[in-house]
Protein backbone atom coordinates (compact mmCIF):
# COMPACT_ATOMS: atom_id res chain seq x y z
CA UNK A 1 0.00 0.00 0.00
CA UNK A 2 2.94 1.99 0.80
CA UNK A 3 4.42 1.71 -2.55
CA UNK A 4 1.55 2.20 -4.42
CA UNK A 5 1.14 5.86 -2.38
CA UNK A 6 4.67 6.76 -3.05
CA UNK A 7 4.54 5.44 -6.53
CA UNK A 8 1.44 7.79 -7.38
CA UNK A 9 2.77 10.62 -5.65
CA UNK A 10 5.71 10.57 -7.69
CA UNK A 11 3.21 10.69 -10.84
CA UNK A 12 1.44 13.32 -9.51
CA UNK A 13 4.33 15.47 -9.42
CA UNK A 14 5.90 14.20 -12.60
CA UNK A 15 2.22 15.22 -14.40
CA UNK A 16 2.10 18.62 -12.23
CA UNK A 17 6.02 19.17 -13.39
CA UNK A 18 5.39 18.53 -16.68
CA UNK A 19 2.03 20.75 -17.28
CA UNK A 20 3.18 23.59 -15.29
CA UNK A 21 3.80 26.65 -17.64
CA UNK A 22 7.33 27.79 -17.99
CA UNK A 23 8.09 31.32 -17.10
CA UNK A 24 8.13 32.06 -21.08
CA UNK A 25 4.92 30.58 -21.31
CA UNK A 26 3.15 32.75 -18.37
CA UNK A 27 4.61 35.49 -19.99
CA UNK A 28 3.21 34.47 -23.40
CA UNK A 29 -0.39 33.69 -22.06
CA UNK A 30 0.09 37.96 -20.91
CA UNK A 31 0.69 38.69 -24.50
CA UNK A 32 -1.61 36.83 -25.90
CA UNK A 33 -4.22 38.11 -23.10
CA UNK A 34 -3.29 41.46 -24.23
CA UNK A 35 -3.98 40.91 -27.95
CA UNK A 36 -7.01 39.58 -27.81
CA UNK A 37 -8.56 42.50 -24.99
CA UNK A 38 -7.31 44.88 -27.90
CA UNK A 39 -9.02 42.89 -30.78
CA UNK A 40 -12.44 43.68 -28.86
CA UNK A 41 -12.06 47.33 -29.68
CA UNK A 42 -12.32 46.95 -33.48
CA UNK A 43 -14.89 49.96 -34.14
CA UNK A 44 -12.18 51.87 -32.47
CA UNK A 45 -9.30 50.53 -34.11
CA UNK A 46 -10.52 50.89 -37.71
CA UNK A 47 -11.57 54.40 -36.16
CA UNK A 48 -8.00 55.27 -35.04
CA UNK A 49 -6.98 53.88 -38.74
CA UNK A 50 -9.36 56.83 -40.46
CA UNK A 51 -7.76 59.56 -38.11
CA UNK A 52 -4.45 58.19 -39.02
CA UNK A 53 -4.68 58.18 -42.62
CA UNK A 54 -6.69 62.24 -42.49
CA UNK A 55 -3.76 63.56 -40.62
CA UNK A 56 -1.21 61.41 -42.68
CA UNK A 57 -2.29 63.18 -45.44
CA UNK A 58 -2.40 66.64 -44.03
CA UNK A 59 1.40 66.03 -42.77
CA UNK A 60 2.16 64.55 -45.93
CA UNK A 61 1.26 67.42 -48.37
CA UNK A 62 2.57 69.97 -46.30
CA UNK A 63 6.04 68.54 -45.29
CA UNK A 64 6.42 67.34 -49.14
CA UNK A 65 5.51 70.72 -50.50
CA UNK A 66 8.11 71.87 -48.03
CA UNK A 67 10.75 69.77 -49.68
CA UNK A 68 10.22 70.68 -53.07
CA UNK A 69 10.35 74.31 -51.92
CA UNK A 70 13.61 73.97 -50.05
CA UNK A 71 16.70 73.05 -51.35
CA UNK A 72 17.88 71.08 -48.55
CA UNK A 73 15.60 70.14 -46.17
CA UNK A 74 17.43 68.57 -43.48
CA UNK A 75 18.49 65.82 -45.70
CA UNK A 76 15.26 64.82 -46.46
CA UNK A 77 13.79 63.61 -49.70
CA UNK A 78 10.25 63.32 -50.73
CA UNK A 79 10.49 59.39 -50.46
CA UNK A 80 12.24 59.76 -46.64
CA UNK A 81 10.11 62.46 -45.48
CA UNK A 82 6.83 60.21 -46.56
CA UNK A 83 7.88 57.58 -44.43
CA UNK A 84 8.68 59.84 -41.93
CA UNK A 85 5.47 60.78 -41.85
CA UNK A 86 3.37 57.36 -42.31
CA UNK A 87 5.46 55.25 -40.15
CA UNK A 88 4.96 58.27 -37.13
CA UNK A 89 1.08 57.39 -37.97
CA UNK A 90 1.40 53.78 -37.73
CA UNK A 91 3.47 53.86 -34.71
CA UNK A 92 1.25 56.64 -32.90
CA UNK A 93 -1.23 53.33 -31.80
CA UNK A 94 1.27 51.30 -30.20
CA UNK A 95 3.42 53.61 -28.46
CA UNK A 96 0.48 55.05 -26.59
CA UNK A 97 1.80 58.49 -26.72
CA UNK A 98 -1.98 59.67 -27.02
CA UNK A 99 -3.50 56.62 -25.37
CA UNK A 100 -5.34 56.31 -22.09
CA UNK A 101 -3.48 55.50 -19.13
CA UNK A 102 -2.42 51.97 -17.61
CA UNK A 103 -4.83 50.05 -15.69
CA UNK A 104 -1.59 49.90 -12.83
CA UNK A 105 -2.43 54.19 -12.58
CA UNK A 106 -5.89 53.26 -10.44
CA UNK A 107 -4.46 49.71 -8.87
CA UNK A 108 -2.05 51.86 -7.46
CA UNK A 109 -4.67 54.70 -6.26
CA UNK A 110 -7.01 52.16 -5.00
CA UNK A 111 -4.79 50.16 -3.43
CA UNK A 112 -5.48 47.00 -5.23
CA UNK A 113 -1.67 47.04 -6.66
CA UNK A 114 -0.80 45.14 -3.08
CA UNK A 115 -2.46 41.85 -4.74
CA UNK A 116 -0.52 42.38 -7.23
CA UNK A 117 2.92 42.43 -5.37
CA UNK A 118 1.29 39.19 -3.66
CA UNK A 119 0.94 37.28 -7.47
CA UNK A 120 3.79 34.79 -8.38
CA UNK A 121 4.60 36.72 -11.46
CA UNK A 122 6.95 39.88 -12.00
CA UNK A 123 4.39 43.30 -12.17
CA UNK A 124 6.54 45.20 -15.05
CA UNK A 125 7.21 41.89 -16.89
CA UNK A 126 3.44 41.30 -16.79
CA UNK A 127 2.72 44.66 -18.21
CA UNK A 128 5.16 44.76 -20.12
CA UNK A 129 4.15 41.44 -21.89
CA UNK A 130 0.57 42.67 -21.71
CA UNK A 131 1.47 45.71 -23.63
CA UNK A 132 3.50 44.04 -26.48
CA UNK A 133 0.32 41.77 -27.42
CA UNK A 134 -1.76 45.02 -27.18
CA UNK A 135 0.61 46.88 -29.79
CA UNK A 136 1.29 43.54 -31.84
CA UNK A 137 -2.53 43.78 -32.56
CA UNK A 138 -3.19 47.31 -33.14
CA UNK A 139 -0.17 46.91 -36.01
CA UNK A 140 -2.46 44.84 -38.12
CA UNK A 141 -5.91 47.18 -38.64
CA UNK A 142 -4.23 50.59 -37.87
CA UNK A 143 -0.58 50.79 -38.12
CA UNK A 144 0.07 48.28 -41.76
CA UNK A 145 -2.98 49.73 -43.33
CA UNK A 146 -1.61 53.05 -42.95
CA UNK A 147 1.76 52.19 -44.16
CA UNK A 148 0.47 50.92 -47.29
CA UNK A 149 -1.63 53.94 -47.95
CA UNK A 150 0.93 56.02 -47.66
CA UNK A 151 3.29 54.12 -50.03
CA UNK A 152 0.37 53.99 -52.45
CA UNK A 153 -0.36 57.57 -52.37
CA UNK A 154 3.44 59.00 -51.81
CA UNK A 155 6.05 56.50 -52.21
CA UNK A 156 8.22 55.99 -49.04
CA UNK A 157 11.30 55.17 -48.78
CA UNK A 158 11.53 51.45 -47.00
CA UNK A 159 14.66 48.94 -46.46
CA UNK A 160 15.87 47.06 -49.17
CA UNK A 161 17.70 44.26 -48.00
CA UNK A 162 16.57 41.43 -45.19
CA UNK A 163 18.86 42.48 -42.72
CA UNK A 164 17.74 46.25 -42.45
CA UNK A 165 13.89 44.71 -42.16
CA UNK A 166 15.37 42.86 -39.47
CA UNK A 167 17.25 46.18 -37.88
CA UNK A 168 14.00 48.03 -38.53
CA UNK A 169 11.60 45.10 -36.67
CA UNK A 170 13.71 45.14 -33.98
CA UNK A 171 13.89 49.33 -33.69
CA UNK A 172 10.25 49.12 -33.67
CA UNK A 173 10.11 46.19 -31.07
CA UNK A 174 12.35 48.18 -28.69
CA UNK A 175 10.46 51.46 -29.46
CA UNK A 176 7.15 49.99 -28.04
CA UNK A 177 9.03 48.31 -25.21
CA UNK A 178 10.46 51.78 -24.24
CA UNK A 179 7.39 53.79 -24.50
CA UNK A 180 5.88 51.19 -21.73
CA UNK A 181 8.49 51.14 -19.75
CA UNK A 182 8.54 55.21 -19.67
CA UNK A 183 4.40 55.14 -19.17
CA UNK A 184 5.14 52.42 -16.19
CA UNK A 185 7.69 54.51 -14.55
CA UNK A 186 5.06 57.67 -15.08
CA UNK A 187 2.20 55.60 -13.25
CA UNK A 188 4.29 54.60 -10.49
CA UNK A 189 5.16 58.12 -9.39
CA UNK A 190 1.50 57.74 -7.88
CA UNK A 191 2.70 55.96 -5.14
CA UNK A 192 3.92 59.50 -3.73
CA UNK A 193 1.00 62.06 -5.28
CA UNK A 194 -2.62 61.54 -5.17
CA UNK A 195 -2.94 62.38 -9.21
CA UNK A 196 -0.85 61.92 -11.52
CA UNK A 197 -2.90 63.31 -14.63
CA UNK A 198 -1.22 66.94 -14.69
CA UNK A 199 2.37 64.61 -14.82
CA UNK A 200 0.57 62.47 -17.72
CA UNK A 201 -0.12 65.54 -19.93
CA UNK A 202 3.13 66.92 -19.02
CA UNK A 203 4.64 63.48 -20.43
CA UNK A 204 2.24 63.19 -23.24
CA UNK A 205 3.47 66.86 -24.49
CA UNK A 206 6.86 67.05 -23.90
CA UNK A 207 7.39 63.19 -25.19
CA UNK A 208 5.68 63.62 -28.24
CA UNK A 209 8.04 66.86 -29.51
CA UNK A 210 10.89 65.49 -28.55
CA UNK A 211 10.26 62.23 -30.33
CA UNK A 212 9.94 63.70 -33.80
CA UNK A 213 6.22 63.73 -33.76
CA UNK A 214 5.08 67.44 -35.28
CA UNK A 215 8.72 67.53 -37.16
CA UNK A 216 11.64 65.68 -37.82
CA UNK A 217 14.42 65.73 -34.60
CA UNK A 218 17.05 66.14 -37.57
CA UNK A 219 14.92 69.31 -38.49
CA UNK A 220 15.59 70.65 -34.93
CA UNK A 221 18.09 73.54 -33.53
CA UNK A 222 21.17 71.93 -32.60
CA UNK A 223 21.11 72.89 -29.07
CA UNK A 224 17.50 71.24 -29.04
CA UNK A 225 18.36 68.34 -30.76
CA UNK A 226 21.04 68.12 -28.70
CA UNK A 227 18.52 67.91 -25.69
CA UNK A 228 16.62 65.53 -27.36
CA UNK A 229 19.11 63.01 -27.80
CA UNK A 230 19.97 63.22 -23.79
CA UNK A 231 16.16 61.84 -23.58
CA UNK A 232 14.98 58.69 -24.44
CA UNK A 233 11.99 60.02 -26.91
CA UNK A 234 13.99 59.89 -29.72
CA UNK A 235 14.32 56.22 -29.37
CA UNK A 236 10.54 55.81 -28.89
CA UNK A 237 9.59 57.24 -32.38
CA UNK A 238 12.48 59.27 -34.60
CA UNK A 239 14.76 55.75 -34.09
CA UNK A 240 12.17 53.12 -35.83
CA UNK A 241 11.89 55.67 -38.63
CA UNK A 242 14.95 56.54 -39.26
CA UNK A 243 15.68 52.80 -39.16
CA UNK A 244 12.87 51.60 -42.02
CA UNK A 245 13.11 54.34 -44.20
CA UNK A 246 16.51 54.04 -44.31
CA UNK A 247 17.80 57.50 -43.39
CA UNK A 248 20.08 54.99 -40.90
CA UNK A 249 22.00 52.35 -42.04
CA UNK A 250 24.70 49.97 -41.79
CA UNK A 251 26.86 50.83 -38.51
CA UNK A 252 24.56 54.23 -38.12
CA UNK A 253 21.28 51.96 -37.46
CA UNK A 254 23.39 49.54 -35.30
CA UNK A 255 24.21 52.27 -33.43
CA UNK A 256 20.91 53.61 -33.20
CA UNK A 257 19.25 50.11 -31.80
CA UNK A 258 22.05 49.92 -29.42
CA UNK A 259 20.92 53.17 -27.90
CA UNK A 260 17.60 52.04 -27.70
CA UNK A 261 18.99 49.19 -26.06
CA UNK A 262 20.43 51.41 -23.48
CA UNK A 263 18.02 53.18 -22.99
CA UNK A 264 15.34 50.19 -22.35
CA UNK A 265 17.61 48.55 -19.50
CA UNK A 266 18.19 51.91 -17.97
CA UNK A 267 14.67 52.89 -18.23
CA UNK A 268 13.36 49.40 -17.08
CA UNK A 269 16.16 49.81 -14.12
CA UNK A 270 14.31 52.75 -13.02
CA UNK A 271 11.09 51.26 -13.23
CA UNK A 272 12.16 48.20 -10.76
CA UNK A 273 13.96 50.92 -8.41
CA UNK A 274 10.52 53.07 -8.54
CA UNK A 275 8.15 49.98 -7.94
CA UNK A 276 10.66 48.27 -4.62
CA UNK A 277 10.39 51.94 -3.40
CA UNK A 278 6.50 52.11 -3.74
CA UNK A 279 6.41 48.73 -2.23
CA UNK A 280 8.17 49.68 0.67
CA UNK A 281 5.96 52.97 1.25
CA UNK A 282 2.26 50.97 0.37
CA UNK A 283 3.71 48.30 3.32
CA UNK A 284 4.35 51.26 5.64
CA UNK A 285 1.60 52.80 4.82
CA UNK A 286 -1.10 49.94 4.87
CA UNK A 287 0.92 47.81 7.87
Known amino acids: ?151 ATFGLSMPATPVAWLLGLASVLLAVALSFLCLFAVALIGFWVVEIRGIRVLYQIVGTFLAGLFVPVHMFPDWLRVVAMTTPFPSILQAPIDTLSGRAAGTQALTTVAVQCFWVLVIGLLGRVLLRAGQRRLEVQGG
Not at 45 to 68: D, E, I, K, P, Y
Not at 84 to 91: F, G, T
Not at 125 to 141: E, H, K
Open 1 to 151: MRGDVEGNGRVALAVFRRRRPSTLGVYWTFARAGFKRQAQYKLAMFAGLFTNCVFGFVRAAVLVAAVRAAGDFGGYTEATIGAYVWLSQAMLGATQFMGPPLDLVDRIKSGDVAIDFLRPVDIQLSYLATDMGRAACTFLPRGVPSIIIGA
